[in-house]
């Protein structure tokens, strides 16, 4: 017991030693990971970036990324336990000797796929092609959103990402960013299983490479996918607002960045039936007061089914 206490607070001494070190790592892994965060989600929606190299709103947004990756490996593992489950109920209920006999079919398969991964780099390849196939027809797709909040409708192709954004719920987000990272887990599980020096030869070191590279854009996409798909798409409506060029009777406005010089609004005006959209910023001096009477799932409002009703024209007479 005596060891235990003494390796405990010799562990702690040690931590509090390299304190400042793995502060500074930590602040620049969530600086890292806010930046791309921020700067796509911005580069979507079609805004003006105001922002300087430094800012602590990188540091904000890269946090708030981290707990919704933490956040979402719940869903992961309840989706693991759903999938398993039943297939587990089902084999007890069977009998001692069905069990037996499935078991060792099983070990046997088991043992023979392995064996034939391991011959001519097949792990490698396999981890390979599946990571391939998850960043070009899954993860890469979010690049096709941009200037999303001028366009007149979504992309219509990938279609899935389209019920992703207008979705009333964050169940299929979620669901959606517990794949992307299912994927990284397999990947990095294919990664973690080649790298044994008792097989390693110059196709395996050469393949093994590959496959650590693309695991490593499958990191790097995961902030990207959540800056552009879930970052600030509830944004607040604006009903009041003091500053050059005050709101119209027939227009809607959204407070959709506030950056360091200025204020800038997403306008929408009923014209003809359909409707004109436009972005507008205001220095930030000359926003005298501004009212706030909601928020709306943006995306929602401007290509779903539902949202608020353009206000009507008021009459003066």
Partial sequence: MGDFWGNLAKRLQELGSHWTSYTVLCSFFL??????????????????????ALDERYLFTGARFLIYLISSVPSLVFLVVLMVTPAYL???????????????????QSASVLSWWLVSNRLALTGIIFSLLMIQLVM???????????????PAEPSWFRGLLLAQTDGPMALYFSALLAGAAISSGFFYALRNPA??????????????????????????????????KSMPRVTGLEAPGTLQGNEQAWLVWEGNEGKTFLLRKQRAGKYDKSLITLPREAVKKLEISGYDRIFEVLFGATGPKPPEKKDNS
């Fill in 31 to 52: 600086y890292l990971l806010g930046y791309l965060t921020l700067r796509f989600h911005l580069t979507a929606l079609g805004i003006g970036v105001d922002l300087s």
């Fill in 90 to 108: 089902l084999f007890r209920v069977l009998p001692s000797s069905i069990r037996a006999r499935l078991g060792r079919f099983f070990s046997i």
């Fill in 140 to 154: 890469r797709q979010c690049f096709l959103l941009s200037n999303l909040l001028l366009v007149d409708d979504l």
């Fill in 199 to 232: 097989n390693t030869t110059s196709s395996t070191l050469l393949l093994t490479s590959l496959l650590g590279f693309l695991l490593f854009v499958q990191l790097l996409l995961i902030p990207v996918n959540y800056g552009i798909l879930v970052v600030d």
